[in-house]
C-alpha cells in the first residue's frame, strides 16, 4: 500500500505500482483538481490507459485540513482503489478493463486500441467488494 499526506490543493503526484504485475496507478492534484490514473508502464505510446476524476479543490469542504491518500491493490495485483481517509474514492480493474469512481467522470468513447470501458465510470459497490479483504 502507498500512503501520503494530502494536502488538498497542493500540487501532489503519488504512485503506486501493482505488487505483481507490470502495471501502476498514480494520483495527481494540480492544484485545480485530483484525478486518478490507470497506468501500463511497458506502452511505448501513452502509456494512460483511463483515468477518473476524484475532486474539484473548490469543492472540498475540509480541504485546509490534512488527508490520508492511499493506493491500495488486490492480492492478486489485478485491482488497485483510491482512498482518502480510509474511504475509497475509484478503482481500476486491469483485468475487465474499467474504472470506477463517485463522480463518474470523465466520460469518453471507448478505445479499441487499448479496449479499456471509457464511456462509463459509474461506482459499483460489487467492484469495491474485493476491499474487504485489503482494507481493515
Known amino acids: 500500500m502507498t500512503q501520503y499526506t494530502l494536502h488538498v490543493g497542493t500540487a501532489a503526484l503519488l504512485q503506486g505500482d501493482s505488487p505483481s504485475h507490470k502495471r501502476s496507478a498514480f494520483f495527481e ?21 483511463d483515468a477518473v476524476h476524484i475532486y474539484n479543490v473548490a469543492d472540498v469542504d475540509d ?16 485491482k488497485c482503489a483510491l482512498l482518502i481517509n480510509d474511504y475509497p474514492h475509484a478503482i481500476f480493474d486491469f483485468i475487465s478493463k474499467r474504472g ?21 465510470h459509474t461506482w459499483s459497490d460489487e467492484a469495491a467488494s474485493w476491499l474487504a479483504d485489503v482494507v481493515s
Not at 34 to 45: C, N, S
Open 29 to 49: 492534484d494540480d492544484g485545480e483538481t485530483g484525478y486518478l490514473y490507470a497506468v501500463d508502464p511497458e506502452r511505448a505510446d501513452n502509456s494512460i490507459l
Open 100 to 120: 470506477y469512481c463517485r463522480t463518474n467522470f470523465p466520460n469518453f468513447h471507448n478505445s479499441p486500441e487499448s479496449g479499456w470501458l471509457k464511456s462509463d
Open 63 to 78: 480541504r485546509q485540513s490534512p488527508s490520508m491518500l492511499s493506493i491500495v491493490w488486490s492480492a492478486n495485483g489485478s
